[in-house]
């Protein structure tokens, strides 16, 4: 049972560099999500996909990219990395989007991403 | 704005040493009220989600309650495998879910 994979699972950038991590999910859902976590914040979400096709911002957006690839992938890039971008991320997913047809909805967490840019 | 504050941050306790977290939020419109587990350098488990005032859900030692301002999640007897952050969600009716800056709990054997 993976449900939602994310690679890599540490990774160290420089100051401008760019990356992308990306994100897998088996439990054919139709919505999935970025968050990053940091210490006092409490999970903030990015973007999301509320289905396969479509991207919206979240929050905190700013200095991130998506894509969904296909039903399966959603994957956030960073064009040019930020100490403030040093976190924590995690993907999600969930059968449908939170705020529709919400009753009985769940949302599943990958394992996480520890990113530091230095 | 929506908000979803959670007491203590840290909590220990002896083993079997029963005790309450606590998860307050603004009162404007909530959905649903969300409760998961972290361990450390994983992501939050999904435990139980609460629609209404009055509710009451359980899972071995933990039971989850919610009225019309607050939800607790109750533990009874903890066992050390129970440490972990504990973080509350809630769902006001856009889109996402507002989350906690969480409680960790040691239980000490």
């Known amino acids: 049972n993976a449900g939602v994979t994310q690679t890599p699972k540490f990774q160290v950038l420089k100051t401008g560099q760019s990356m992308t991590l990306q994100c897998a999910q088996d439990m054919n859902h139709n919505s999935m999500y970025w968050y990053r976590q940091d210490p006092g914040m409490g999970l903030r979400l990015i973007y999301y996909s509320a289905s396969e096709g479509t991207t919206d911002k979240g929050e905190v957006p700013n200095g991130y990219n998506v894509s969904r690839l296909n039903k399966r992938e959603f994957s956030l890039r960073l064009e040019s990395a930020a100490p403030s971008q040093t976190s924590v991320y995690f993907c999600?997913?969930?059968?449908?989007?939170?705020?529709?047809?919400?009753?009985?909805?769940?949302?599943?967490f990958g394992e996480g991403s520890w990113l530091t840019v230095v | 704005e929506d908000q979803v504050t959670q007491s203590p941050e840290a909590l220990r306790l002896q083993e079997g040493e029963s005790s309450s977290l606590n998860c307050s939020y603004t009162v404007s419109g909530l959905r649903g009220l969300f409760w998961y587990r972290q361990d450390p350098g994983k992501g939050p488990e999904f435990l139980f989600t609460?629609?209404?005032a009055g509710e009451e859900k359980e899972k071995e030692r933990l039971k989850a309650t919610l009225t019309k301002k607050e939800s607790f999640l109750h533990i009874t007897a903890p066992k050390p495998e129970d440490s972990a952050t504990y973080l509350c969600a809630a769902h006001f009716g856009n889109e996402k879910l507002t989350f906690g800056t969480g409680t960790r709990l040691t239980i000490i054997p």
């Open positions: 609460l629609y209404s």
């Open positions: 999600a997913s969930s059968e449908d989007y939170v705020s529709l047809r919400f009753s009985g909805n769940t949302i599943y």
